[in-house]
Every structure is written in structure tokens, then in C-alpha cells.
């Protein structure tokens, strides 16, 4: 099992940019497969994207494709997602996910129900 924390959320006008943080503790965060989620003021949870555990691969919701970035450091425990050019839509509390099974980056995104561990969130509101 792995513990995660996110931060890094807050107050940005349109257009501007954030850049959030998870980091983790407990089992080898290179052995994870992790992923960020929004869930919306109306509780939604979105898919946003995820990236392999060697961070050599990454996968977006087309929503944010082009604006957003997810990055990781194995050494640091941590992974970043980097939001630009963002949108009121954008508002909402921020979730990184972890997976640490075997199937490969493209069937986790597709299946966001696999992603086990979760953080506690951080905010985010976009003002127009």
C-alpha cells in the first residue's frame, strides 16, 4: 500500500497556471502506475491522465490534452501535474491515484476503476 499526499492547489484566474505535487510514502513508488483525477463541485470524478511507472510514457483525457502535463520523479516519490492555460472549468478538487498492478499504462487509463490508493485532494479554482 502506498500513502499519498497532494498539494500545490489554490486561487488562479483564468488562463494562468498551477503546478501540483503528490508524494508518496510506503511501497516503492516506481512500482506504480499513477494517475490524476478532478472531481467536480457536482462530485464527478474525471479521469485527467496518467503516466507509466518509468515515466517514459503518459496518457490524457482529451479535455486537458495540450494543456496539461504529468510528470514524476522515482527518486523524489513524486509525481507533478502541470496545468496551463487553465479554464473556469477547471475547478475542482485535485486526486493523484496510484496503481500497482501488472497492466500496462494504456489499460489503466482506460480503466480508472483499477487506480487503488488515493490522496486526500487538493483544491483548485479557476476565477473567470
Known amino acids: 500500500q502506498v500513502q499519498l499526499v497532494e498539494s500545490g492547489g489554490g486561487l488562479v484566474q483564468a488562463g494562468g497556471s498551477l503546478r501540483l505535487s503528490c508524494t508518496t510514502s510506503g511501497r516503492t513508488f516506481s512500482t506504480y502506475t499513477m494517475g490524476w483525477f478532478r472531481q467536480t463541485p457536482e462530485k464527478e470524478r474525471l479521469f485527467l491522465g496518467a503516466i507509466s511507472r518509468s515515466g517514459g510514457n503518459t496518457y490524457y483525457a482529451d479535455s486537458v490534452k495540450g494543456r496539461f502535463t504529468i510528470s514524476r520523479d522515482n527518486a523524489k516519490n513524486t509525481v507533478y501535474l502541470q496545468m496551463n492555460s487553465l479554464l473556469p472549468e477547471d475547478t475542482g478538487v485535485y486526486y493523484c491515484?496510484?496503481?500497482?498492478?501488472?497492466?500496462?499504462?494504456?489499460?489503466?487509463?482506460?480503466?480508472?476503476?483499477?487506480?487503488?490508493?488515493w490522496g486526500q485532494g487538493t483544491p483548485v479554482t479557476v476565477s473567470s
Open positions: 491515484a496510484a496503481y500497482g498492478g501488472p497492466y500496462h499504462l494504456i489499460v489503466v487509463a482506460r480503466t480508472p476503476t483499477l487506480f487503488s490508493d
